[in-house]
């Protein structure tokens, strides 16, 4: 019987490829550099493993006649168009849940970077070496504990930061479409209006998903809405933010600052105005990159494929196989 053919659009932990290679006949993208040649090498696919967020289109999908899965290694299937899947039968699988906790720890990072200077405190000592003296006037920064933080789109990701936050004694505010009174009882959470959440919050940290609804969800109308002494994180996705009114508010004052550590497009073009404020930290996109995270990612997205290939059940499905 012939095998599989999988295509993995960029080098997983050899452990993990060596389980799918033991089942199929595996192509994987050799690097992160160049973006994997998807379009090119789909159509003689029966499975996709995508990791990173190369764009699956329908056109994509409809040359590609024997593919039975795609797997998702990450969160957030917005780069896939999963409607082209479901018409098709298509599984679609993802990895939720095991990087929430991975996830919330970048938050509080890129918060409390903002919050105490972290970046211009290092270009200060290690960077341009002007620590000459000690000067209990330089880089004050601004208080984290029993500060108000505010969450939009409180799921997985957003209870893990609520729980951290309580660590600091923050009050926290949260913003999703449905309330979850369990979670106000376990975390002491309060829910409000968007509008409520942005009016009220030091820090506002942003946990959707990528949809048409929440695509430039803060704009500039929401920004002019923050606290001018606010701080903005965004870990979710870069078009949720408006890219060119955040330049705008941070140049101007409307907010203090912003860590972001997703961005609009990816990699953010290095002649973005927002690469030319100080008030603002710019991450790669390394919400989920630890050790041990990219590890159980690999393997949920691993069994996810190898499920989807043979037509069961996918142990963390979006969409189950229908063919
Ligand atoms: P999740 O558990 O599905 O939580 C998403 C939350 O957003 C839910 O509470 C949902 O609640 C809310 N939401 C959805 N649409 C909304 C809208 N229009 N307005 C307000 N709230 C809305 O997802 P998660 O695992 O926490 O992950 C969230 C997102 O983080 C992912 O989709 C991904 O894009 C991003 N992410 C980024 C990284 C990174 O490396 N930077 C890593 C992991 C995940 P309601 O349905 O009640 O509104």
């Known amino acids: 019987m012939s095998r599989f053919k999988v295509f993995i659009t960029r080098p997983i932990p050899k452990e993990i490829r060596a389980k799918i290679e033991a089942e199929c006949e595996v192509d994987m993208w050799h690097t992160s550099a160049i973006l994997p040649p998807i379009a090119e090498r789909i159509s003689p696919l029966d ?13 994509m999908i409809a040359t ?31 990895t939720p849940g095991v990087l929430s906790d991975t996830t919330a720890d970048m938050t509080m990072a890129l918060l409390l970077a903002a919050a105490r200077n972290i970046v211009p405190a290092y270009n200060h000592v290690q960077v341009s070496k002007q620590w000459k003296y000690y000067d209990p006037n330089i880089l004050w920064g601004t208080d984290v504990h029993h500060s108000t933080l ?9 209870h893990a930061v609520a729980k951290r936050a309580r660590a600091f004694d923050m009050r926290v505010l949260y913003y999703k479409r449905e309330r979850r009174e369990d979670w106000e009882q376990e975390l002491g959470v309060e829910y409000v209006t968007l509008e409520n959440l942005l009016e009220a919050s030091d820090f ?3 946990h959707v998903p990528l949809t048409e609804e929440t695509t430039h969800l803060i704009g500039k109308t929401e920004l002019a809405l923050m606290k001018k002494t606010a701080i903005l994180v965004n870990i979710a996705r870069g078009p949720v933010v408006d ?18 550590d997703v961005t609009e497009p990816e990699p953010i073009n290095t002649d973005h105005p927002l690469l030319s404020l100080d008030n603002v930290i710019i991450a790669p996109h390394l919400g989920s990159a630890t050790i041990q995270t990219r590890m159980k990612m690999a393997t949920m ?17 979006v969409l189950q196989p229908n063919f």
């Open 47 to 59: 499975g996709l493993l995508t990791y990173g967020h190369e764009l699956v289109t329908p056109e």
């Open 64 to 94: 590609a006649p024997n593919l039975k899965a795609i797997s998702v290694m990450g969160v957030g299937y917005d780069h896939v168009h999963v409607e082209a899947c479901r018409e098709r039968g298509i599984a679609v699988g993802h």
């Open 150 to 158: 505010g969450i939009v789109g409180m799921g997985r990701i957003g």
């Open 204 to 206: 506002v940290t942003l």
């Open 243 to 260: 890219h060119y009114a955040l330049h705008d508010a941070l140049k101007d004052g409307q907010i203090a600052g912003a860590a972001v």
């Open 301 to 317: 997205a691993m069994e996810n494929l190898l499920a989807g290939l043979k037509g069961e059940q996918l142990p963390y499905g």
